[in-house]
Nanobody, 125 residues
């Protein structure tokens, strides 16, 4: 069982930065592929970024819409995954969720086993 709690959301102006954190409970955090997703009002939940376990070399994967602007990282000693968001745009406005997947990696939200409650990010123009 893994419990996930996101933090760090808020209001930011276009061009600004935020860093989201996701704290995980449980001793098996390092075994999970971790992903960040987001969901805007009236839209489906979409993949933002993912990071593999250390065994897989901390491989990262990004949605095209955030490549070059967002960076995902993890600290297994702290059971925490981060999402650094730079050069933010109004279209980044959404509720951001972190999720854990016991597998090699996926951008499909239906593959993920555990989810946090989400944190709101609002980017003003």
């Amino acid at each position: 069982q893994v419990q996930l709690v996101e933090s760090g959301g808020g209001l930011v102006q276009a061009g600004g930065s935020l860093r989201l954190s996701c704290a995980a409970s449980g001793r098996t955090f390092s075994s999970y592929y971790m992903g960040w997703f987001r969901q805007a009002p009236g839209k489906e939940r979409e993949f933002v970024a993912g990071i593999s376990t250390s065994w897989s070399g901390f491989r990262t994967n990004y949605a095209d819409s955030v490549k070059g602007r967002f960076t995902i990282s993890r600290d297994n000693a702290k059971n925490t995954v981060y999402l650094q968001m730079n050069s933010q745009k109004p279209e980044d406005t959404a509720v951001y969720y972190c999720a854990a997947y016991y597998g090699w990696g996926s951008s499909d939200p239906y593959d993920y086993d555990y989810w946090g409650q989400g944190t709101q990010v609002t980017v003003s123009s």
